[in-house]
């Protein structure tokens, strides 16, 4: 009770230094806080579920290649010269990332651009949508070139890192799937399940939602995380409102992830290099009972 006492403390300390010094210079206290007004609609929860199908499978392939690089590397000469290895995956990640703006950015700048919400005078690629402005109000039509762009380099970046990140360990997806979800809402915006959420004058579907929930659906299909995984993506982007999807997502991933390959990253890993762990998971049979034990002793 009393470390229970002392870590609500430090928390409460810690929350209120970060809230006065707003390090992000967003005036929020997450890093990755989505300023999107957009509520998600019920029809939504099947391309939910269909990215946290995508990010198992992405996951548990993953995990099976980077398994067996990892086994070739300990019988191979490769394993015995890791700096040399760390210098060429290096410059090869840095030579293929530069072309493509997606990939060149850091990582956190790249994460935060997909869970924002474009603006009236947003000119990224991703934002390049066609506006009817009026003197009262600005309408988000239907997608400009510049999308179409954003969904060949976005595919590029997706591959690369998946390519990449066997050799070193990471992922991404879920920004594509909106961009051909939201023209398909756009296209038939009178329709019933539709209807409602393109009323407005903002995109019908929110593309930072999408890049969310395929974010967490990639690294629940990596790690197997679920309960605690929520909760992060929850904290780190300051909306509760969107745990159903995560929810959804997430035990969509684990449920296909599992049933192509039974561990995570983590636990193979840790049966690869042998590490002493006890599993949970686990079953064993022994033949002597706790009775035996208790006539033993008397």
């Not at 929020?28 to 007004?37: A, L, S």
């Not at 474009?118 to 402005?133: A, E, H, P, T």
Request: hydrophobic share 50%; glycine share 6%.
């Amino acid at each position: 009770m009393k470390t229970l006492w002392r870590s609500f403390f430090c928390a409460l300390v810690a929350a209120f230094i970060l809230r006065s010094i707003d390090p992000f210079g967003t005036d929020h206290m997450v890093k990755f806080y989505m300023n999107t007004t957009r509520a998600w609609i019920l029809v939504e929860l099947l391309p939910f579920m269909l990215l946290g199908i995508m990010g198992g499978t992405i996951g548990a392939v993953f995990i099976r290649c980077n398994i067996a690089w990892s086994r070739y590397k300990q019988s191979s000469r490769v394993g015995k010269f890791p700096i040399l290895e760390v210098m060429v995956v290096t410059l090869l990640t840095a030579v293929i990332n530069f072309p493509n703006e997606f990939t060149r950015m850091n990582a956190s700048d790249l994460i935060r651009t997909l869970f924002s919400q474009c603006g009236i005078n947003d000119v990224s690629i991703l934002c390049d949508y066609k506006r009817n402005i009026s003197s009262t109000e600005v309408h988000i039509l239907e997608a400009g070139p510049g999308i179409n762009e954003s969904l060949y380099l976005l595919l590029l970046a997706l591959v690369w890192k998946f390519t990449i990140t066997i050799f070193t360990f990471g992922i991404k997806d879920g920004e594509s799937l909106v961009l051909e979800t939201q023209q398909f809402a756009w296209k038939y915006r009178s329709s019933w399940p539709f209807r409602s959420a393109c009323i407005t004058n903002e995109n019908c579907m929110a593309p930072g939602l999408y890049a969310m929930i395929g974010a967490a659906a990639c690294l629940a299909g990596v790690t197997r995380m679920t309960v605690s995984l929520v909760v992060i993506m929850f904290e780190l982007t300051g909306r509760v409102d969107y745990i159903v999807p995560l929810m959804a997502s997430v035990v969509a991933s684990k449920w296909v992830a599992d049933a192509i390959e039974r561990e995570g990253i983590y636990d193979a890993h840790i049966q690869i290099n042998h590490y002493p762990f006890l599993d949970n998971k686990h079953s064993f049979r022994h033949s002597t009972q706790a009775v035996d034990l208790v006539r033993n002793a008397a």
